[in-house]
């Protein structure tokens, strides 16, 4: 065989080097795994760069805090669940429930640059949408431009109201011609809502791939940026354009899902409730396609995620159980004695699983048990919540468990990633944004400009829901627990306590879900509420929570990672006020 190459086969390819190596062009060696510009400007390019916006939204490769789920920002700052599992493990939770957190931490880097990743890749895609080529069509370009510019917005919009004041970069920023200082001194709220507006205008009402923006999404984050801004009017404006959406002839529908547990099933992952997701696949070769920013977040032990069992973080707390006390009517105690005495929901707090433990028997939102995992109510189809056999430090975290996008015994074959050390990485996608947020975002803005019964009517479409019998957790043939929940009947004619019903409703509805903490800084009250409850919770615990405080114009806002000053230095970024 090595015969057969013959001298005019061995002169041509020697003719060929000869030239090859006059020019510079052979000196030029594409680094591996790189794309050229060639390449990424072709629909499939453009589609791909697109994507990995996406991908940032589980935080991939960032820490497990950084996310847009906001498990710790949200709700465990917004007093809703505790670090939980013991005093060792991943401590650097710990000053931010305390609120003493330090410029230095690692985990507000983490969060800075998980969100300046999103907007850069962002970026990248509107760059390149200017050397588009023929593959690809003027309404592929708008689409593309419109889907970059949401994500832009959306990563923008975490970093503003982690953090107040950021430096704003985009897709103009020319880095070759040296320009990499930009200050932190200018409001970003109108960049966002310039793009969530692009967006808007442009996007369509359905989305020819899931998990893709699409006009409505737009809006809600639209109205969300306004509501920020207490531009009620506006915002109402658009909150009622997303629940007409339901009425129109497209089919792009949004309603509440009939059974309130089954919203957050990975088998449900597709109904009418959901505006925006992210979205996760099990078992594709490797955890980074799965949701991996709640994998520490399951019971300790032998439950959901086991033989490792990890990791017993997220507690929810004592205050959010409470919260979920209903009166003789089935109206939740907003006066906050759902604190004191009876009111307050019995727990196994100090008592081995081994011993006898009959739960609460009082009135209850059926919600509490879709929300909290406690002890001798069914937990999914795994078996009844067993206390602290399931609990990695009762004395630290508390009774209870989260319940949340935890996958069932039966779909942990199909849901659950086997590629990483524990099962908690998952195919289970995580709301960002939901009907029901779009429904209370709303009835707040309707209390806000005046509207106090149609807030009200808007609040019993949620709590209507919510009484379902059918959507109930039961045990056998009968509720596992006294659900006592009905509508507000009597007429809204106070603003204040409609407001104060309306913020409540948010918190039950809504709880775990990563929205507590904006919405009090957001209302003017995370003082008194989150001081309240360090100190009801701090009492109750050996997690550290005595003496903690929330300060008021210092705590609403992160401090900048002190890694970004040192980079830009002081003259360019400037730390928040406090720190």
């Not at 330090?102 to 880097?109: T, Y």
């Not at 409001?187 to 369509?204: H, N, R, S």
């Not at 050390?421 to 939901?434: A, D, E, F, H, P």
Request: include cysteine.
């Amino acid at each position: 065989m090595k015969d057969i190459v013959t001298k005019g086969t061995l002169l041509a390819l020697a003719l060929t080097f000869s030239t090859l190596a006059c020019k510079d062009s052979f000196l030029v060696v594409q680094p591996t795994g790189t794309l050229t510009s060639a390449q990424l400007s072709t629909k499939n390019g453009l589609e791909g760069l697109l994507i990995s916006a996406y991908t940032e939204l589980n935080g991939r490769g960032f820490s497990q805090t950084a996310s847009s789920t906001n498990w710790m920002y949200g709700s465990i700052m917004g007093g809703e669940a505790n670090k939980g599992s013991n005093a060792g493990d991943f401590n650097a939770i710990t000053p931010f429930q305390r609120f003493e957190m330090l410029a230095a931490s690692g985990e507000l880097n983490a969060r800075w640059n998980l969100m300046y990743e999103g907007i850069s890749r962002a970026n990248s895609v509107l760059r390149q949408l200017k050397t588009a080529d023929a593959t690809v069509s003027a309404d592929d370009v708008a689409r593309i431009g419109a889907e970059a510019k949401f994500l832009r917005a959306h990563y923008y919009f975490e970093l503003k109201r982690t953090f107040n004041m950021v430096p704003y970069v985009d897709e103009t920023v020319d880095y070759a011609a040296g320009i990499t200082e930009i200050a932190n001194n200018t409001d970003i709220w109108p960049k966002i809502e310039a793009d969530f507006k692009a967006a808007y205008d442009v996007l369509p009402e359905i989305q020819s791939a899931a998990g893709r923006a699409n006009k409505w999404a737009a809006a809600t984050y639209l109205a969300k940026t306004y509501l920020y801004q207490k531009k009620y009017a506006e915002a109402k404006t658009l909150f009622d354009l997303v629940i007409a959406s339901g009425k129109t002839s497209s089919g792009n529908k949004y309603s509440l899902y009939p059974q309130y547990g089954l919203v957050f099933s990975a088998d449900n992952e597709k109904n009418d409730e959901i505006v925006f997701a992210t979205q996760n696949v099990a078992n594709a070769g490797s955890s980074d396609a799965a949701s991996g920013d709640l994998n520490l977040n399951w019971p300790y032990n032998t439950g959901p995620a086991g033989p490792v069992g990890c990791c017993g973080f997220f507690q929810p707390s004592f205050e959010l159980g409470n919260s979920f006390r209903t009166d003789a009517t089935g109206l939740p105690l907003l006066d906050g004695s759902y604190n004191t005495g009876t009111n307050q929901l019995k727990t196994d707090q100090g008592i081995a699983s081994s011993a006898t433990f009959t739960p609460d028997a009082g009135n209850v939102d059926p919600r509490l048990d879709h929300s909290i995992g406690r002890r001798g109510i069914p937990y999914l189809d795994w078996q009844d919540f067993p206390g602290q056999d399931w609990i990695r430090d009762q004395a630290f975290g508390g009774p209870y468990a989260p319940k949340k996008y935890i996958y069932t015994k039966a779909q942990e074959a199909r849901i659950a990633d086997v590629s990483n050390w524990t099962k908690g990485w998952t195919g289970i996608n995580v709301i960002l944004i939901r009907y029901a947020d779009v429904l209370l975002m709303a009835a707040e803005c309707e209390v806000e400009v005046g509207s106090l019964e149609r807030a009200r009517a808007l609040v019993n479409q949620i709590r209507t829901r919510a009484a379902n019998p059918a959507g109930y957790v039961m045990k056998g043939t009968a509720p596992a627990a006294k659900y006592v929940i009905s509508n507000y009947t009597a007429p809204w004619t106070d603003k204040a306590a409609a407001r104060t019903a309306v913020q409540f409703e948010r918190k039950l509805e809504l709880s775990g879900e990563g929205h507590r903490f904006f919405d009090l800084v957001r209302w003017g009250i995370a003082g008194p509420v989150l001081n309240a409850y360090l100190t009801y919770e701090g009492a109750k615990l050996t997690n550290g929570l005595g003496g903690a405080k929330f300060t008021p114009n210092k705590n609403e806002y992160m401090p900048l990672p002190q890694t970004q000053i040192d980079l830009q230095g002081t003259a360019i970024l400037k730390q928040n006020p406090g720190y």
